[in-house]
């Protein structure tokens, strides 16, 4: 167990609709980062997060946004789904800004 | 953007059998990473590696930081059934800056008993 949580675990949805992913990092970690991996693919960064503010941002769609929150969990917000955002979506964090990320358990996103 | 091509792709194996995969990039590295990821999970952290040359060993896994900081390899010794999985090196890019881990292409493991 990593220690970085995420919910839901599946989530089943129409085109055009709006989702949130949420991530509760690990004890003490403040950096929360998002990825994307589609079926076989390798791991996409989205966006990094730190203490609450944004850091990093990789090829995030705009319809996609995120936040952390002063609780330090965050939310991934997708909007306007089509049927290729279907994907794993995987929150991470870590201690600080360049040490190891540790991963949730993803959450699988199909979008019908 | 920056990519980082590991090798092999995917290879089969017979259990009890020592593996090695190899993660190459055209940039330098100050860290390198290696994580394993089970089918439905997340990546799990196996080894890191902070310094040019460095070899660190998690067991019957062994990770070396290669000495032009632009690639590095993970060797799995006597092979079980529980390696199978999906390989991934990883590291910050770019070098420096409070950045994004570049995940490699992965190498998928796969055991033959």
């Known amino acids: 167990d990593s220690g970085v949580t995420q919910t839901p675990k599946h989530l089943i949805t129409a085109t055009g609709q709006r989702v949130t992913l949420r991530c509760s990092p690990r004890s003490g970690d403040l950096s929360v980062y998002w990825y994307q991996q589609s079926l076989d693919q390798g791991l996409q960064f989205l966006i990094q997060y730190y203490n609450g503010e944004e850091r990093a941002k990789g090829n995030i769609l705009e319809r996609f946004s995120a936040q952390q929150f002063p609780d330090l969990h965050s939310e991934l917000n997708l909007s306007s789904l089509e049927l290729g955002d279907s994907a794993l979506y995987f929150c991470?964090?870590?201690?600080?800004?360049?040490?190891?990320?540790?991963f949730g358990n993803g959450t699988r996103l199909t979008v019908t | 953007g920056q990519q980082l091509n590991q090798s092999p792709q995917s290879m089969f194996i017979q259990e009890g059998e020592d593996v090695s995969m190899n993660c190459t990039s055209s940039s330098i590295f100050n860290t390198w990473l290696w994580y394993k990821q089970d089918p439905g999970e997340g990546p799990v952290l196996l080894i890191a590696l902070y310094k040019a040359g460095e070899l660190t060993s998690n067991g019957r896994l062994t990770a070396q930081f290669g000495i032009t900081r632009k690639d590095s390899f993970l060797n799995i010794s006597a092979s079980i059934p529980s390696d199978v999985g999906i390989y991934f090196c990883a590291g910050p890019f770019p070098t420096g800056t409070a950045s994004k881990l570049t995940f490699g292409t992965g190498t998928r493991l796969q055991v033959t008993l």
């Open positions: 991470a964090s870590s201690v600080g800004l360049n040490s190891p990320l540790h």
